[in-house]
């Protein structure tokens, strides 16, 4: 199995670069790929030393599936590129989700659609995949009419550049803004660009993506998306109503506990629950503070940690990339 990975150099790549090498893939050629700017480096993978080369070249090499980690623009151009040679793409911008004729694809929520024809698969926002591994299955057995749901997210999901305005205001060095205003000792309600229905662009990818999903669009999300000074992972208070009855919360924790994936971390006592210092670097999606909304008998509260980078960004591209070989699709 020949695999590119388009932005190997970015701190995404980096990431999808270790956990293809944790999870063993069966990767006969290993192809990084970047712009022009970063063509010619050597980075080492597995103990082996790589040249990256650009996305041209990359094409050339015919790789049978392409890990796309460069951005929306980037897989306008190219993913179409690869994947008309026969490559299956697996693109983690934003560019192909809302394209009815592409998987938008959890492994361990809607395998199935990688049955489409479609050579292009689409990876989900970050802080929608955590949230559809705990609505999944509750959703199967208590149908949900309605999420309302606030991001706590990371700097990590802007990039070097955020890590390192983070990194500069706490050390007093001056340095080049990302963010419109420091986000040390701060809370920015504004994580992508503002749209004119006055929500950003990442609280409706919230909204779009987890109805598609779901394969459900009579569920109801509303989203308010806020960056912290937080570099282990996104964190997500949730509200969830359900068309009929409430669930206990004893059978809620049963169904995440035995849902793959997730773990539940809801000992108030022992004040367990999850928190993104402990959730990065890990590939579960973490939920806790389990508990009846009192305001409303039919909606109930939780709290969601995962690691943006790995869960959100990389672990679920390779994840993909695994049942793509078990469904026979790709060649071990």
Not at 230 to 246: D, K, P, T, W, Y
Request: proline letters at 7%.
């Amino acid at each position: 199995m020949r695999l590119a990975l388009v932005g190997a150099t970015g701190m995404v790549g980096e990431v999808m670069r270790a956990v293809l090498s944790e999870r063993n893939l069966p990767i006969s050629e290993f192809i990084p790929v970047a712009s022009s700017k970063s063509a010619g480096q050597t980075l080492i993978w597995n103990g082996q030393s790589y040249t990256v080369v650009t996305p041209e070249k990359a094409l050339a090499m015919h790789p049978d599936v392409a890990i796309f980690s460069a951005g929306a623009e980037i897989s306008f151009e190219w993913a179409p590129r690869f994947a008309a040679t026969g490559c299956y793409v697996i693109d983690n911008s934003s560019a192909w989700r809302m394209d009815p004729a592409v998987p938008l694809v959890v492994p361990e929520v809607n395998p199935e659609t990688l049955e489409l024809p479609s050579r292009i698969i689409a990876n989900p926002n970050c802080s929608t995949i955590q949230l559809v591994m705990v609505l999944k299955p509750l959703h199967d057995k208590h149908p949900i009419r309605r999420v309302l749901v606030t991001t706590y997210q990371s700097v990590t999901g802007t990039g070097k550049a955020a890590v390192n305005q983070l990194d500069n205001e706490r050390n007093g060095v001056e340095g080049a803004m990302v963010y419109p205003y420091p986000i040390d000792k701060n809370c920015l309600p504004h994580c992508d660009v503002f749209l004119d229905n006055a929500y950003t662009k990442e609280e409706m990818k919230l909204t779009h993506e987890t109805k598609k999903i779901l394969n459900d669009t009579s569920v109801r999300v509303s989203a308010t998306a806020v960056r912290v000074p937080v570099q282990g992972g996104h964190s997500e208070a949730v509200n969830i109503e359900f068309l009929g009855e409430r669930p206990s919360m004893s059978e809620v924790r049963a169904l995440l506990g035995a849902f793959p994936g997730v773990i539940v971390q809801d000992i108030p006592e022992t004040k367990t629950y999850p928190m993104p210092r402990f959730a990065e670097g890990k590939d579960d999606v973490f939920v806790g503070r389990i508990r009846e909304d009192h305001s409303h008998p039919q909606a109930m509260h939780c709290w969601i940690v995962a690691d943006n980078l790995r869960k959100g960004a990389a672990t679920n591209a390779v994840q993909i990339t695994e049942e793509l070989i078990r469904r026979r699709k790709l060649q071990a």
